[in-house]
């Protein structure tokens, strides 16, 4: 076995040696127990690891547009909510919960998506779960129902939620440690156009068309993309590639691994468990999921504002405010994109630092993500004040524009530092993780707007922001210096 350092978890190391192609990777549990199994070597082509990039980017760009379809589906209905609250007769809170019970779906259905996917396969869940969205997501408009209307947004949210809660687990099963910003590039190259997209799809087709169409074109979107994975993307998760592997004999006879009734019902119960398990005993699952889970509250309450913004303040047409969704693309592009590439820069460059012959330099702590974090912890409330005081002072619609690029660009900074953390301490069981980490995020992102039209009204746009600039900055702004200096011994409370 490798050396197993005091920093890193017993999950990583064990990762790490499977990554060095030593035979003490994962046990496939057999109807007898464990079975030991190993990749044939470092080179072995069944190892994601060895996979070509082509094979990986593949996958990962068809993963990306699944989660394109939720963030899209999340705020298309944004333009058109007034449209759809006279026609449902829905108040203004009925309207916004009618939103953002999209939302609260996604914060439940990786509790049950992230363990069935450690289980059974990342790719048979992802199958799964989108077509139990693309069901409930076509039933949201029909008879025009109110409860019809916020049952199918709460489960499709469910259901949509297996391509934003698989897709970093699945980068990891996929990409070695060192690679981890650009894999969360490629994994978010399409999905945080969703923001832009979701709106001004919405405005087009409920000013030309008939608002039920909104959710009917993310049906037919996402089963196009379903097609395309059932085809393209693999199984990645290694327990399950190495039960495979194990289940057949030198002869390539099939041996029977599956284990038993009451073995699987108590896998299962274990791991369907394990997320609020990990939740409750590991604080740093608690402060990483509150620097994702306050910024995306935020966020989600940005855009359920934006285009009325523009349309009340700036008197333009429906079609024309949802085409200021742009500025929030354009922030989220900047952050993904150019914030992966230098977050591997600044990971190497640390790691580069550390003595030769270290083991911390075979296993780099997580710690080494907190410069970009840092990055966006502090532009996120410079853009919260600049959006806000712009619209107060009735600036030109440009100098909003630019506001809620800065906003948006230093909320997926520290996010996608947060979760890339999360993958370096959690790899093993990385799903989990994220679930756990997602599930206060998306309740917040549940909460936050239905609160927004009292905020705005009492405190006008300049104060209300900088309300929430100044939450951020008590909150979020000490926690990159807190895992910096005392991150290690955070990541070992808990442990076992």
């Known amino acids: 076995m490798g050396y197993r350092s005091p920093r890193v978890d017993a999950d990583k190391a064990a990762l790490g040696d499977a990554e060095k192609g030593n035979n003490s990777t994962v046990q496939p549990v057999g109807p007898d127990g464990p079975v030991a199994a190993a990749w044939d070597g470092p080179d072995d082509p069944r190892d994601p690891y060895n996979w070509t990039k082509t094979r990986k980017i593949s996958i990962a760009l068809v993963i990306s547009l699944s989660q394109l379809v939720c963030l899209m ?110 894999s969360l590039a490629i994994a978010s190259m399409f999905p945080y156009l969703g923001p832009a997209l979701g709106p001004i799809v919405g405005g087009i087709v409920s000013q030309y068309v008939s608002w039920p169409w909104l959710f009917w074109v993310m049906s037919i979107f996402d089963a196009v993309v379903v097609a395309f994975g059932v085809v393209i ?117 640390l790691r580069d630092r550390l003595p030769e012959g270290s083991a911390l330099r075979e296993t780099p702590p997580p710690e080494f993500r907190v410069p970009i974090m840092v990055i966006g912890a502090l532009l996120s409330p410079i853009g919260l004040f600049w959006l806000g005081w712009s619209v107060q002072a009735r600036a030109p619609w440009i100098m909003v524009d630019i506001g809620a690029t800065i906003f948006v660009a230093g909320t997926f900074l520290a996010s996608q530092a947060a979760s890339a953390y999360l993958l370096d301490e959690f790899t093993v069981e990385a799903a989990s993780a994220t679930a756990a980490a997602r599930m206060l995020s998306n309740l917040m992102g549940f909460t936050f707007p239905l609160f927004a039209p009292n905020l705005y009204d009492r405190l006008g746009y300049g104060w209300g922001n900088s309300l929430l600039a100044f939450v951020w900055i008590a909150l979020v702004v000490p926690i990159p210096a807190i895992l910096w200096y005392r991150g290690d011994r955070i990541r070992a409370i808990g442990r076992k």
């Open 73 to 182: 589906t999340t705020s298309i209905v944004a333009p058109a909510l007034p449209q759809i609250a006279t026609d449902l007769h829905l108040g203004e809170s009925k309207a916004q919960i009618a939103f953002s019970i999209f939302v609260l779906g996604q914060a439940f259905g990786p509790f049950v998506i992230a363990p069935l996917s450690e289980v059974f396969g990342r790719k048979p869940v992802w199958i799964t779960f989108n077509l139990f969205y693309i069901f409930w997501n076509s039933l949201c408009p029909v008879g025009k129902s109110q409860a019809v209307l916020i049952i199918g947004r709460l489960l499709s949210g469910a259901g949509g939620s297996c391509g934003v809660i698989l897709s970093g687990p699945i980068m990891a099963d996929m990409f070695h440690q060192k690679d981890r910003g650009k």
């Open 233 to 349: 993307v693999k199984e990645t998760c290694k327990p399950v590639l190495l039960r495979r592997k194990t289940g057949h004999d030198k002869g390539g006879n099939a041996i029977d691994l599956s284990p038993s009734e009451d073995g699987l019902l108590s896998r299962m119960r274990a791991r369907l468990q394990r997320p609020l398990l990990l939740l409750g005993t590991r604080p740093i699952i608690q402060i990483t999921a509150l620097v994702i889970g306050l910024g995306f509250g935020i966020y989600i309450l940005v855009l359920s504002f934006f285009a009325t913004l523009f349309v009340d303040q700036y008197h333009q047409s429906t079609t024309d405010s949802s085409l200021q969704y742009i500025a929030i693309a354009l922030g989220s592009t900047l952050a993904t994109q150019a914030g992966g590439q230098l977050m591997d820069a600044i990971f190497a460059r």
